[in-house]
């Protein structure tokens, strides 16, 4: 019974070792998150604080600056387990360099005190000498050998020696260079703290303006969620349209997804096939607002359902298709603005907030072919994509599906 439980303990040990050395990350993994990071808070600087507004809107400001501190607070903390990491490392580096020290020691000593007793006999008697005064051949022979062996020795314990000293004075090396890498790392960790700081005054400010304003920027909010959702519905609505149409031929009148061909069929599975492999819908942009149900970021109480992500991108930016397919349908929103609907089998990728298109009801489409002009708003100055992913009716996170980026 003992012997079975300490069994069990001992599988245990080993499966919380494995899923913890499964946790760690890799020192190059950690620098690529901490670069990863570092670029994110650049393209927040160009895509939402370098564009030109034409008014001030406290609301749009926070959001912007609440995203900005959040992305710098990911880089602190992948800065802090950057450095942790190295920490660990400077102390391996210092254990292996004072082992390391200590074995050269002791065989300098060994080699000194060799050399030395190789020189005191030598003075006493030649190796000639010691040769020639051999009782027999036989003892000759052996003389000879050991004579070898001894030199081959002295060589061998002398190449050691020079290469014990190389891989000391390389590790040396490596712990100046690790050092100060985490200095600078340190250095860069303090910098970003001091500006969150400012921007967290910045924030309070924003703050207690949207405060005084509640009700304006409230009304703003409502008129902005309802447009939102009529541009919903009438997605919805051509989507079921398209379902319904694509049942008919075979007397189906109440249908829960597409009627497939073998070659939409073979479509829809290649597309599944790509799920988190499919590329950005824009060139370069940054994910300003997530999908599903999250709390508004200003106002407690109050929601934000939103059927897709939010991409800002680059004044001027093209939206692209992210697999081939057929257009379904263009549609013209509020201000012009329009939407792009693409099937692919019973897969529908939406790309609104559109300027204007480049394509037509029925064409073919590629993966990657530019669709249409992104809208850029002249109050907020930004340029978003609002990108929507749909399986017949059923909305998808479009995040689980594109390429993550490293």
């Known amino acids: 019974m003992f012997i079975e439980h300490k069994y069990i303990s001992l599988l245990f040990f080993l499966f919380l070792t494995i899923t913890s050395s499964a946790q760690i990350k890799s020192r190059k993994q950690l620098e690529l998150d901490r670069k990863r990071i570092k670029n994110e808070i650049i393209m927040v ?19 912007d600056l609440n995203q900005k501190i959040a992305i710098r607070e990911q880089y602190i903390s992948a800065i802090n387990l950057e450095v942790e990491s190295l920490s660990n490392g400077i102390a ?6 004072k082992q390391l020290e200590k074995k050269l020691i002791k065989l300098k000593e060994d080699y000194a005190e060799m050399i030395y007793k190789s020189y005191k006999s030598k003075s006493q008697q030649s190796s000639t000498l010691f040769l020639f005064s051999s009782k027999s051949f036989y ?21 050691e020696v020079h290469l014990l000293t190389n891989k000391f004075l390389r590790l040396k090396d490596s712990l100046l260079i ?54 919903t519905q009438s997605i ?12 008919v031929k075979k007397g189906i009148k109440k249908a829960k997804g597409f009627s497939l061909t073998p070659e939409a069929k073979a479509l829809a599975v290649k597309f599944e ?24 970021p200003v106002y407690s109480g109050n929601y934000i359902n939103s ?29 012009g603005k329009k939407s792009v609907l693409i099937r692919h089998g019973n897969y529908i990728s939406i790309y609104n907030n559109l300027e204007s298109v480049y394509v037509t009801d029925g064409q073919k489409i590629k993966t990657g072919q530019p669709l249409g ?34």
């Open 139 to 159: 003892q000759a022979y052996k003389r000879v050998k050991y004579m070898k062996q001894y030199a081959s020795f002295r060589k061998k314990q002398g190449e």
């Open 236 to 247: 919805d609505k051509i989507i079921k349209e398209a379902i319904a149409k694509s049942n």
């Open 45 to 63: 600087n160009k895509l939402l604080f370098d564009a030109k507004k034409s008014e001030k809107n406290a609301l749009e400001d926070l959001k």
């Open 307 to 335: 059927t897709g992500i939010h991409i800002a991108t680059q004044k001027g930016s093209n939206a692209m298709a992210i697999f081939n397919g057929e257009i379904l349908a263009i549609q013209t929103q509020s201000e």
């Open 273 to 296: 096939l790509n799920k988190g492999k499919l590329p950005w819908p824009v060139k370069s942009g940054l994910i300003i607002r997530k999908f599903g149900k999250q709390p508004h």
């Open 373 to 406: 002009k992104i809208f850029t708003d002249r109050i907020t100055g930004k340029t978003k994509l609002i990108f929507v992913l749909s399986k017949n009716t059923t909305r998808l996170n479009p995040t689980n599906w594109i390429l993550k980026i490293n």
């Open 178 to 231: 690790q050092k100060g890498l985490k200095d600078t790392l340190l250095s860069n960790e303090k910098e970003q703290k001091s500006k969150i700081e400012n921007e967290k005054d910045d924030q309070k400010k924003l703050i207690s303006e949207l405060k005084t304003q509640e009700k304006k920027y409230k009304k703003k909010l409502r008129i902005k969620q309802q447009e939102e959702k009529k541009i």
């Open 92 to 97: 391996i580096y210092e254990d292996d360099i």
